[in-house]
């Protein structure tokens, strides 16, 4: 990702430390000789203190305090000298003790500063210099003054090993800087991707639900509030899949609540009139061969039986037209709610065939159908199996030469096509825009030979229309393909593989 939040973390970390470093070098360079600076005045005063006190008390030669003046001399790096009012020297801390006594003796005649000479502190007592030896060319610290018995004095520490130990300080810095640095970039990136796995995941997984693709889940084992996000997540994918189905089903019903009303007195004229029309040949069928039985125009029990087998026969087919025009009847009138749940078109086709079998094979006909993957799709399950009954009846009664049925599952963006083709005639041209109406018949003798009442596709239609998909019909020289599509709920990414 060009934005990873894992580069961002590492890159804000390695920022930070690099600007905590780059500041300590900077606050250490700038101020550090100052701060050494101002310890090593302190302690010379320190010094001060301790032989002006020892002076004071005589015990300037004793042992306790030369103890106490070599402390001082190397705890701190300092030369001493101290002189009395004739010059001679009285205690000092160097062997070579001549050029302190000589420096001394300048300062006291006004001979011992130059103009480079930079002054620090200024008492009555005593003064405080950074000076420049022209001899060495090193810098030092120098105090001199008088104590308060009388006696001379010159402390001096050289400067050098505080710039040398500045220095120092610095370049080490730099070092453990450096390798804080690598070593911290290290760790931030191992400890950056445990923290951006699970937001991957959840990336993801929020990626497939925006494809309304429910079935992801967070399975993190963690505490933390990246967890809670996903259980979060999980649920909020449970509660998606439940309202879009219902959202669906409300949708459905709304679309068809709109063109309702428009709709039923010019049903409910055409029902009436078809009805009329259809029922008229089996009603006076009925009556005329039950008119025949009671006046007993025929007396044999052949003819007698057949009078009856023509009754019973043609009252079963106003029978089951009667229920299929029920059933139309309820979907166009909007009284039968459509469902729309998530299932598995694949599976439902599957158990249908399965339990066809027998019947094709009864009929002679071949029935055909490719391995096809799981297809989750949004409908009402119990409408879509109706109108593939209805698209398979319907091969088998015109099934013919040879004899094939075939079934396909053909995928297209968010839309899977179910077809069912038959080999046989086509439908004539003329006929095509028709079949879909009520009681519409292309071959009327053979459809009365099997008993079709022309209301199949009827109801296919209704169907598909209470479901807003589409469906149609296309010719072929050797047969006829039936189709309808349903939306599924995954993209055509496994066809296109």
Known sequence: MKYSIRRQFALV??????????????????????????????????AYQSVNE????????????????????????????????????????????????????????????TIEDELLELEENYEMYIKLDARTQLQYVDMWGVLDNGNLFLFRSPLEGIQESVALANRFL????????IFSALIILLVSRKITEPIM????????????DFDAEYTGSSKTEIALLGQNINHLSKTLETTISELKSANNE????????????????????????????????????????????????????????????????????????????????????VSMERFDITALINNYLSSAAI???????????????????????????????NYFTNAMNHV????????KLALKDKLVRVSVFNTGLPI?????????????????????????????????????DAMNQKYGVINYDNGVEFWFELETTRATDEKEK
């Open 174 to 181: 730099a070092y453990v800087g450096i390798g804080s640095a």
């Open 359 to 389: 019947l094709c094979r009864q009929k002679d006909i071949k029935l055909q159908m490719e391995s096809y993957p799981s297809i989750d799709v949004w409908a009402d399950e119990y409408m879509v199996e109706e109108v593939f009954n």
């Open 400 to 407: 013919a030469e040879k004899r094939v049925i075939d079934v």
């Open 13 to 46: 970390f390695c920022l930070l430390m690099t600007g905590t470093i780059l500041l300590c070098w900077f606050i250490n360079n700038t101020f550090l000789e100052e701060y050494y600076l101002r310890n090593k005045q302190k302690a010379m005063m320190d």
């Open 201 to 212: 995941e959840l990336t993801r997984i929020s990626e497939r639900m925006s494809h309304l």
């Open 254 to 337: 709304l679309q068809r609540d709109i063109e309702k009303k428009s709709k039923i007195d010019e049903m409910r004229k055409d029902f009436l009139s078809n009805v009329s029309h259809e029922l008229k040949t089996p009603i006076a069928l009925i009556q005329g061969y039950a008119e025949g039985l009671k006046e007993g125009i025929s007396d044999d029990e052949e003819s007698r039986n057949f009078y009856c087998e023509v009754i019973m026969d043609e009252a079963a087919k106003m029978n089951h037209m009667v229920k299929k025009l029920l059933t139309l009847n309820q979907l166009e009138y909007g009284n039968d709610t």
């Open 54 to 113: 020892a002076s004071n008390e005589g015990a300037i030669n004793s042992e306790d305090f030369d103890i106490e003046f070599q402390k001082i001399c190397g705890k701190n790096n300092i030369s001493i000298i101290l002189l009395d009012a004739k010059s001679k020297t009285l205690k000092t801390s160097m062997n070579d003790y001549e050029i302190l006594s000589k420096q001394l003796v300048d300062y006291v005649f006004g001979k011992g500063t």
């Open 428 to 464: 004539p041209e003329e006929s095509i825009s028709h079949i879909w109406e009520k009681f519409y018949k292309v071959d009327k003798a053979r459809t009365r030979q099997y008993g079709g009442s022309g209301v199949g596709l009827s109801i296919v239609k209704a169907m598909m």
